[in-house]
C-alpha cells in the first residue's frame, strides 16, 4: 500500500497566518491527491481534490499544490474558524489518508 | 441538498455481527460510487471499502478484508456494511461518504454524521 506522511503533526498559528501543511506519498501518486478539514466532534469536509482543484463553496484561501510524491495545502490568511485538523488523502489506488496535522490557535 | 444518514451501529461482543446502514438523499444515488470510512476515537480517518454505482468494482481494506462486505441498493437510495467476526479494533465511528464519480475517482465530496460501533465484551 501507499503510505501518506503528513508534517507537522501539530501546528500553532495566530489569525491571518500563512500556513503550509506538507504531505509526501512512499511513491508516486500523480496529481491523485485530496485534502479534508476535520473539526471536533465532526465529519470531515473535502476542501481540495486533484491535488489543486478547490471544492465548490471552499474559500478561496485555501489552495493546494504538488505532484509526483509531494504535495502542500496552503491557507493564505488563518481564519478562526480554520482551526482544525486536516488530512490529505490519496486517490491513486486504495484510498489511504495521512495521519493528520492539527492546527492550534497560538 | 445531500444528506448521508448511517444508523445501525452500537454495543456488540467480540466475534458478532453487526450491519450498518447509509440513507441517501438530495442526490441521484445510482449515479454515484459510495464507501465507508471509520474513525477510531481519537485517531484518523482509516478507508474502509467502496462500492462502484452498479455494485461491479468493490474494494476492503485488508483489515476487513474477509470479514466485512459492502453492498447497496439503488431502488432504496441505501448502502450497507455487513460487519462480521467484529474485533476490538473495529471500535470506530463508521462514516457513510459518497464519491465525487460513479466510477471510483476516490474523492469523497459528502459524508454523513457517522454512526459508533463498540466492539467490547
Known amino acids: 500500500d501507499i503510505q501518506m506522511t503528513q508534517s507537522p503533526s501539530s501546528l500553532s498559528a495566530s489569525v491571518g497566518d500563512r500556513v503550509t501543511i506538507t504531505c509526501r506519498a512512499s511513491?508516486?501518486?500523480?496529481?491523485?491527491l485530496n485534502w479534508y478539514q476535520q473539526k471536533p466532534g465532526k465529519a470531515p469536509k473535502l476542501l481540495i481534490y486533484?491535488?489543486?482543484s478547490l471544492q465548490s463553496g471552499v474559500p478561496s484561501r485555501f489552495s493546494g499544490s504538488g505532484s509526483g510524491t509531494d504535495f502542500t495545502l496552503t491557507i493564505s490568511s488563518l481564519q478562526p474558524e480554520d482551526f482544525a485538523t486536516y488530512y490529505c488523502?490519496?486517490?491513486?489506488?486504495?484510498?489511504?489518508f495521512g495521519q493528520g496535522t492539527r492546527l492550534e490557535i497560538k | 441538498e445531500v444528506q448521508l444518514v448511517e444508523s445501525g451501529g452500537g454495543l456488540v461482543q467480540p466475534g458478532r455481527s453487526l450491519r450498518l446502514s447509509c440513507a441517501a438523499s438530495?442526490?441521484?444515488?445510482?449515479?454515484?460510487?459510495m464507501h465507508w470510512v471509520r474513525q477510531a476515537p481519537g485517531k484518523g480517518l482509516e478507508w474502509v471499502s467502496g462500492?462502484?454505482?452498479?455494485?461491479?468494482?468493490?474494494g476492503y481494506a485488508d483489515s476487513v478484508k474477509g470479514r466485512f462486505t459492502i453492498s447497496r441498493d439503488n431502488a432504496k437510495n441505501s448502502l450497507y456494511l455487513q460487519m462480521n467476526s467484529l474485533r476490538a479494533e473495529d471500535t470506530a465511528l463508521y462514516y457513510c461518504?459518497?464519491?465525487?464519480?460513479?466510477?471510483?475517482?476516490?474523492?469523497?465530496?459528502?459524508w454523513g454524521q457517522g454512526t459508533l460501533v463498540t466492539v467490547s465484551s
Open positions: 461518504a459518497k464519491d465525487m464519480g460513479s466510477g471510483w475517482t476516490g474523492y469523497f465530496d459528502y
Open positions: 438530495g442526490f441521484t444515488f445510482d449515479d454515484y460510487a
Open positions: 462500492i462502484s454505482w452498479n455494485s461491479g468494482s468493490i
Open positions: 511513491q508516486s501518486i500523480s496529481s491523485y
Open positions: 486533484a491535488a489543486s
Open positions: 488523502q490519496q486517490s491513486y489506488s486504495t484510498p489511504v
